[in-house]
């Protein structure tokens, strides 16, 4: 999960106003006089432009994320870098597109399956993405545990239990807009894998062809990991939270309405949500890059081409930080964790809360909207329980990833038919382009799904 550099976390920029003396006046017979105008700093223009993209980009990047990355960086060094000059385009034209539907409807996508198509299709994409996200907030959990585990003497069963009652503290009682902010300094530390690269060998050459020069495996594990990197990457759960989050922006903010409703503020709410997605999306992206070239160039050319524990994933980070490796590793998969689990939960809570017509918002305290949260406390409490199953927490990250993969492909046929509707979109259906680049990552999606599904038969 990547955050921005701290000058993109700024406070909202206040409109400009004139700078005026108060302690002059001007006659009535007199010229007007010519106001000047307060520069307008670009960091507080993009404060004022950066919101649900930036935060569901910073959210991909989660420990599920790490652990995959470092996992195909280790076992095909620079082999899957393509993968992430590919995914760019595709994930943020589909998570512009979800933001689109949620901006121009004022619902979120459960809301408009409701409202457009039959129960039966409802019931189930909603089951398909609880599943995922279950599966998915319980390894990040594990995944926490295991870490913890590194600098703390201890049960991980314990450190896991911990992380998700802290996780259930802080979505009942701070505002997620709120919680963003305490944790964003945490995250930073993923930054390092950035470092890395500077303190050891890269063939620069070999790095430049693999990722404009895909070099295609039609073999199991790198289909299995194929559909990982996608799976991450493209993910079902930011589909419900950044439509959602577009909601929750028309909601909670005076004078904003449903696009459908107020066709006015169409041009500039478009135009925000271009550039919050693609800059949120690139952020998350150029992030997972070094991850896969952090793996690849430390773990991958030493012999160890298969990550089984927190511990081999840390020392990744040791050309940079020596002894602090699992420290710096602890941060990042402690802070992306913390600030993915209400992510996971909340987006599944957003699907089920808009098909139940519920009072459904983060941004709310738990006693206006008790279903809501209670479906977040089931989600978070069903993820835990996967900690007694025993699974290896790297192992399920990983599976996790491809659980996401094998459900994305169909949720997203699903939403593009949504975004090319006039019955659900009026005037405001998705552009030739968004359509062209949505489709595309639809059909990605299902071929890197068959793959895994053909090569396991």
């Known amino acids: 999960m990547l955050l921005p550099p701290p000058f993109l976390c700024l406070p909202q920029a206040v409109l400009m106003t004139p700078l005026v003396n108060s302690e002059s006046h001007t006659e009535p017979s007199s010229l007007p006089v010519k106001l000047k105008k307060r520069p307008l700093n670009v960091a507080k223009r993009l ?67 409701r409202k457009n198509y039959p129960k039966p299709l409802l019931y189930t994409v909603l089951t398909a993405v609880a599943i995922a996200n279950v599966f998915n907030l319980g390894a990040d959990l594990g995944a926490m545990g295991d870490a913890i585990h590194l600098l703390i003497p201890g049960k991980v069963s314990i450190f896991v239990g911990i992380f998700g009652v802290i996780s259930l503290i802080a979505i009942l009682f701070v505002p997620y807009s709120r919680y963003v902010k305490y944790l964003k300094w945490l995250t930073l530390s993923l930054f390092a894998y950035v470092g890395v690269i500077f303190l050891v060998h890269i063939s620069w050459g070999e790095v430049v062809h693999s990722t404009l020069i895909p070099h295609m495996q039609f073999k199991r594990p790198y289909l299995t990991s194929l559909a990982a990197v996608f799976g991450t990457t493209i993910s079902p759960y930011l589909f419900f939270w950044q439509a959602s989050q577009e909601v929750e922006e028309v909601k909670n903010n005076r004078g904003e309405k449903a696009l459908k409703r107020a ?46 524990t927190s511990a081999q994933a840390a020392t990744a980070l040791e050309p940079l930080a020596g002894r602090f490796a699992f420290a710096l590793f602890v941060c990042g998969i402690v802070g992306t964790g913390l600030l993915a689990v209400p992510v996971l939960a909340a987006s599944a809570a957003y699907g089920i809360g808009e098909a139940c017509r519920w009072n459904a918002s983060l941004e709310r305290a738990p006693k206006q909207a008790v279903k809501f949260y209670a479906v977040i406390c089931a989600a978070t409490i069903v993820g835990l329980s ?72």
């Open 386 to 457: 996967l900690e007694f199953l025993h699974i290896d927490a790297v192992k399920a990250l990983f599976w996790a990833a491809v659980l996401n993969g094998l459900v994305a492909g169909p949720l997203m046929v699903v939403i593009m038919v949504m975004a090319s509707s006039r019955r659900v979109m009026g005037k405001f259906v998705i552009t030739r382009y968004l359509k062209y680049l949505g489709w595309v990552a639809t059909a990605v999606m299902f071929c890197v799904g068959a793959g895994v599904v053909v090569s396991w038969k």
């Open 263 to 308: 066709p006015v503020q169409a041009e500039s709410q478009l135009k925000r949500i271009r550039i919050d997605t693609y800059v949120g999306m690139a952020f998350s992206n150029i992030i997972a890059f070094f991850i896969i070239l952090t793996a690849a160039s430390t773990l991958h050319v030493h012999g160890l081409t298969e990550i089984s």
């Open 47 to 113: 404060a004022t432009i950066l919101g649900p993209g930036l935060v569901t980009g910073a959210s991909d990047d989660d420990p599920s994320g790490i652990a995959t990355y470092s996992q195909v960086g280790a076992a095909f060094g620079y082999g899957l870098l393509w993968t992430m000059l590919l995914s760019y385009p595709l994930m943020a034209a589909i998570q512009e597109i979800c933001a689109r539907i949620g901006r121009v409807t004022g619902c979120g996508i459960a809301g408009n399956l």
